[in-house]
């Protein structure tokens, strides 16, 4: 079954740093997110990405953060200046055309801010 | 706005024992619903979805779950928990959005399962 890939699994980086999150979604799929989860705590919207462009953001998707499929294939979540409180578990999603279709997710990527 | 309560934040039951995690949803208009499972270290995955129909949906791994708008509750079940189940537990809320992408999921706080043997 086709799955969505993130890389790395782990991503250890100091603040003030920059960060890129990668994605590779399900092949056919049209529609990208991306959902953060603090420690502890659910999960929570941060972005979606339709025709190459940002459809909806959250109030957590501030200009520290921005998101690019560079190609065809990858979708990329980066973070300018990282600050402690962006340490989360990030996750990708992708769905088909069709809203009622549902997201498929990643396995994750931990971003640890030191 | 959208919203997702999950009141129970751990449930520990007897592997053999049946199981209902509860899921309650605020939303202005018909929602879609979802079930995701998240095991250790690893992603979310797709349990069973609500769209429209039948308000008794199966989904993988024997579970089900049952749509009453009555009571905006989409709770989940299963009638007999194996120790692989163990897992923490997420409804979530999505909305119809007919163009331009976006239906966001809204997620609640999520039900940590443990199994007894």
């Known amino acids: 079954e086709p799955e969505v890939t993130q890389t790395p699994s782990h991503q250890v980086t100091q603040m003030g740093q920059e960060v890129i999150l990668r994605c590779v979604p399900i092949s056919n799929h049209l529609y990208f997110y991306w959902y953060r989860q603090i420690l502890g705590q659910k999960v929570e919207f941060l972005v979606s990405?339709?025709?190459?462009?940002?459809?909806?953001k959250s109030e957590i998707f501030d200009d520290q953060f921005s998101v690019e499929r560079p190609d065809g294939s990858n979708f990329t979540l980066k973070i300018r200046s990282t600050k402690l409180e962006d340490s989360a578990m990030y996750f990708c999603?992708?769905?088909?055309?069709?809203?009622?279709?549902?997201?498929?997710f990643g396995d994750g990527t931990r971003l640890s801010i030191l | 706005a959208q919203s997702v309560t999950q009141p129970d934040i751990h449930i520990t039951v007897s592997e053999g024992a049946s199981l209902e995690l509860r899921c309650n949803y605020s939303y202005g208009a018909t929602p879609y619903l979802f079930w995701y499972v998240q095991s250790p270290g690893q992603g979310l995955q797709l349990l069973l979805k609500?769209?429209?129909?039948?308000?008794l949906v199966q989904g993988i791994k024997g579970f089900e779950a049952e749509f009453k708008r009555s009571q905006s509750s989409f709770n989940l079940r299963k009638p007999s928990v194996h120790w692989s189940d163990a897992a923490e537990y997420f409804c979530a809320v999505g909305a119809e959005v007919l163009t331009g992408g976006g239906n966001k999921l809204t997620f609640g706080t999520g039900t940590q399962l443990k199994v007894e043997l």
């Open positions: 999603a992708s769905r088909e055309t069709h809203s009622n279709q549902p997201q498929h």
């Open positions: 609500y769209f429209s129909g039948d308000t």
């Open positions: 990405f339709y025709n190459n462009e940002i459809s909806e």
